[in-house]
């Protein structure tokens, strides 16, 4: 009827107003994500941050700060997982021995140092142990400038681990950035 489509119109064009009203009649929600990586701007690129705790999901953007650390953490260890998975894998089938040798070395320092160091950061982390948390971080950080040394005689191979090695600096860096900045009181 005529009266039922004019009260839908009439309710779509209300509903539609107060959407649009919305964010200006209080005060617009804070985006969490901004607000910690502009904190560690100095340490991390600002458009990495941001992409990376937004891939995290849609909550990220209103979660804490202690939350954007242990998603920070939870990145950098699997990232540093899947390089010891590829730099493993590269020195099954590598034929130069020094490379070959580089990329198990690749492998061990991913898979024995920083990402253990990671998850044992981010669990110590989560109980808002930060003493603890901290004393892992000269440990976190390791597998990637380690890797990219132990492949500087084999320009090839260290080109195949450059951009792991990289996103996996970045991705620690963040987390230690966080760490030193989260709320210690909360």
Request: overall charge neutral; charged content about 20%.
């Amino acid at each position: 009827s005529t009266m039922t489509t004019r009260s839908s119109s009439l309710l779509l064009l209300a509903l539609a107003l107060a959407v649009q009203a919305a964010p200006t009649a209080g005060a617009p929600a804070a985006d969490t994500v901004a607000d910690s990586c502009n904190a560690i701007r100095d340490f991390v690129d600002y458009a990495f941050c941001a992409a990376a705790l937004r891939s995290s999901g849609p909550g990220a953007s209103t979660a804490d700060r202690h939350a954007h650390l242990l998603i920070a953490a939870d990145l950098a260890a699997a990232r540093g997982t899947s390089a010891r998975d590829a730099a493993t894998a590269m020195a099954r089938d590598e034929r130069d021995p020094g490379a070959r040798d580089g990329m198990e070395a690749c492998g061990i320092l991913y898979g024995a140092t920083s990402v253990p160091a990671l998850q044992f950061m981010r669990g110590y982390a989560a109980a808002r142990a930060w003493d603890r948390a901290r004393s892992l971080l000269s440990l976190t950080g390791q597998a990637g400038i380690g890797c990219e040394a132990a492949l500087a005689g084999a320009a090839a191979a260290k080109g195949r681990m450059a951009a792991a090695n990289r996103e996996f600096d970045q991705l620690t860096t963040m987390a230690t950035a966080l760490l030193n900045r989260v709320d210690h009181v909360g």
